[in-house]
């Protein structure tokens, strides 16, 4: 978005906060406005869409009624030209001139009433029908109104005109919508303490996921019709820009796409905005494509397969509530979550207190097989999916699980303090079932925690951004996968290993090897020890113990039954780079100082 739709942008959001801080004060808290905010910009924003068309609806309307037609939906949207509409009598600016408050608030409802089902159940999650006594009752409703619709905004697509024929006040095309629906949850999440980065993800981080997914594989990709998925989509802003990219492709290599979005979400009022959203691009098919619910416990698109999938599922958050719906974690058994590995059941199930990696899982289920790119995964996580868990653990497992397939095509470790809501580091996971030659057997780590711009404000805990030029570095580094200072090439089972217990032998008092019944020798458990043996440790276990252990524990041996494989990656390990230590004159000359400062310190404490 260039720096003139960034302004625009702002100033309309800046208008609907005042909106929030001139009618809603002394009657919601600052926390609360955004209950009636965030449906009312959706609402005109509506509303202005269906305005050329209004007239014809409510004809089309009135005969359908007359030739008593009870299935309406199809000819009033034909009518409207989208695919959603509303039979009232009203647009909103009509509501504007009712002086009693119970006719106002009769003639909204009825305006309310006549929405398509499909934005009845988008103002269904915004539960923005129970805040209309409140407005009524405060004697708000009309002002609010009146704000929306004023002249000093325009929420429509189309330019509004001067009297002379010029440009007054430019139209907002959809993507310029998103980013304002953003900076408005964005906003009233700071006011709310919320999380905003729960509820999407900073245009440069998603721009950068969608380069990782489709740019490795963008002279490849065929006329045809392509399926782009999130299972965590929020307000719809990976669908959106994945769309937008994808697009731009086809018309750089002079190819034909059909791109269909599909999406999962379980916030309501996130749900509401990214299917109004997707309704207001003329999506009405692809509107139905987004399902309300967890991704976890209510999977919307089981047996579904899809080429491209980019998310940014929650991390650090609890997944009980899922669990229990499952049946209890122990007895879950949904094939995404417990799959068939090596001939053996593999669980992937996490500790309750972070479903993330589950959601990773979903979308790795979800990969087709027979087609020539296969799928490509984007998906940013928090770092403890990179080692969190031993082996055995569902996490290390998962690990595993897309290792010892060979799925993990990259990570990339990202600048700290680059999204909305938390500081900490975070990795995107590129994978794909159908990597390059040159790629397979192999895990390319990428350092781009340098490749950052300063904000010249800090947005939340955001305080940097990627630019343009370090996008485009990133992604050459994934492109052209050689090693360098920021990218490391490892093969994959160097991230394995074996969990091994080595036990030793219990002495009694009088020192000889307390034996079991079965005449072997019975373990101490208080010399218990587990020991981490790397995949490529030369020779295996085997080697393990001759070089390690028994040198200094000649009577020790390998509990077999209790061998586990594991499985996980340190950045740190491989991009680690020590801190230089400053000079020992250095330190003097500053203690010195420090001497000088405080002698002056104690005299002056000392005179008073």
Avoid at 440 to 466: H, M, Y
């Amino acid at each position: 978005m260039n720096q003139i739709h960034a302004a625009q942008v702002s100033k309309i959001a800046s208008f609907i906060w005042n909106i929030a801080d001139d009618c809603l004060r002394d009657v919601y808290s600052r926390g609360k406005y955004r209950d009636v905010i965030l449906p009312m910009t959706v609402i005109r924003r509506i509303d202005a869409v269906l305005e050329p068309t209004k007239e014809k609806v409510i004809a089309q309307k009135k005969m359908l009624d007359k030739a008593n037609i009870k299935a309406q939906s199809d000819a009033l949207c034909l009518a409207s030209g989208q695919a959603f509409y509303n039979s009232s009598p009203f647009c909103l600016k009509d509501l504007t001139s009712r002086a009693k408050p119970q006719q106002l608030k009769a003639d909204f409802i009825a305006y309310l009433d006549g929405y398509s089902p499909n934005i009845q159940e988008i103002l269904n999650k915004f539960k923005f029908r129970n805040q209309i006594d409140t407005m009524i009752e405060a004697g708000i409703l009309g002002a609010v109104i009146e704000k929306f619709v004023s002249s000093e905004i325009n929420l429509s697509m189309n330019d509004i005109l001067d009297k002379q024929g010029g440009v007054r006040m430019p139209g907002l095309d959809n993507h310029m919508m998103g980013t304002l629906f953003e900076e408005l949850l964005r906003k009233f999440n700071e006011e709310n303490n919320e999380e905003a980065g729960e509820h999407f993800t900073p245009r440069d981080v998603v721009e950068l996921m969608a380069d990782l997914v489709f740019m490795p594989i963008a002279d490849k990709i065929e006329d045809g019709t392509y399926l782009l998925y999130d299972d965590a989509c929020g307000t719809g802003g990976m669908l959106t820009v994945g769309e937008q990219r994808l697009n731009e492709l086809a018309i750089k290599y002079n190819k034909k796409f059909s791109v269909h979005l599909f999406g999962q979400e379980t916030v309501p009022e996130t749900y509401a905005i990214c299917k109004s959203d997707m309704l207001l691009k003329g999506k009405g098919e692809q509107a139905e494509h987004i399902f309300y619910g967890s991704t976890l416990s209510n999977d919307g698109f089981a047996g579904h397969e899809f080429d491209f999938m980019i998310s940014n599922p929650p991390y650090g958050k609890s997944w009980k509530t899922d669990a229990e719906k499952m049946g209890g974690k122990k007895d879950i058994s949904d094939p995404r979550f417990v799959v068939l590995h090596k001939n053996e059941e593999l669980s992937l199930i996490p500790r309750v207190s972070d479903g993330q990696m589950l959601f990773l899982a979903n979308n790795v289920s979800k990969m087709k097989s027979k087609t020539k790119l296969g799928s490509r995964i984007a998906e940013v996580h928090n770092g403890s999916s990179l080692f969190t868990g031993d082996a055995g653990s569902g996490e290390s497992n998962f690990r595993r699980y897309i290792i010892e397939n060979d799925l993990v095509e990259a990570i990339i470790a990202l600048p700290e303090n680059i999204f909305y809501n938390t500081g900490i580091a975070t990795y995107i996971w590129v994978l794909s079932n159908k990597k390059s030659e040159s790629r397979r057997g192999k895990v390319q780590l990428i350092d781009a925690t340098s490749f950052k711009t300063p904000l010249r404000k800090n947005l939340g805990k955001k305080n940097c951004e990627v630019s343009f030029e370090q996008k485009n570095e990133i992604v050459k580094l994934l492109i052209d996968f050689k090693e360098n200072e920021f990218s490391k090439i490892f093969r994959n089972e160097e991230f394995l290993y074996w969990s091994i217990t080595v036990e030793r032998p219990k002495v009694d008092e009088a020192g000889n090897v307390v034996k079991d019944k079965k005449g072997s020798p019975k373990a101490d458990a208080d010399l218990r020890d587990v020991e981490m043996v790397p995949y490529v440790y030369e020779g295996g276990i085997e080697a393990f113990m001759k070089n390690e252990v028994l040198p200094y524990s000649p009577d020790a041996w390998v509990d077999d039954k209790k061998t586990e494989t594991g499985c996980e990656l340190s950045f740190t390990k491989y991009f680690y780079k020590p801190v230089e230590l400053r000079s020992l004159d250095e330190i003097v000359a500053d203690i010195r100082a420090l001497e000088k400062e405080s002698d002056g310190m104690l005299e002056d404490i000392l005179r008073d």
